[in-house]
């Protein structure tokens, strides 16, 4: 890695903190301040797609997370 690419990724990570401090970024699931996704959320948005319990006349359909109101991240 030459020297003008080391300074542009230095300045980079500085700006990224700075902008950091005075825009900080929540987390897109849950809103802390741990963004853009906290490890929790990170935990259920990593979790395998499955199949969603059928509705009678709708199509068969797939999920990535469970999202249920009041249970924490998402």
């Given at each position: 890695?030459?020297?003008?690419?080391?300074?542009?990724?230095?300045l980079r990570d500085a700006f990224a903190a700075l902008l950091?401090?005075?825009?900080?970024?929540?987390?897109?699931?849950?809103g802390d301040p741990f963004g853009p996704l906290c490890a929790d959320c990170l935990t259920v948005w990593g979790?395998?797609?499955h199949r969603c319990a059928?509705?009678?006349?709708?199509?068969?359909?797939?999920?990535?997370?469970w999202l249920i109101p009041g249970s924490g991240p998402m």
């Open positions: 890695m030459n020297h003008s690419a080391r300074l542009v990724g230095a950091d401090l005075v825009l900080p970024q929540l987390c897109a699931g849950c979790r395998r797609p059928p509705r009678p006349g709708c199509p068969p359909s797939w999920g990535c997370c």
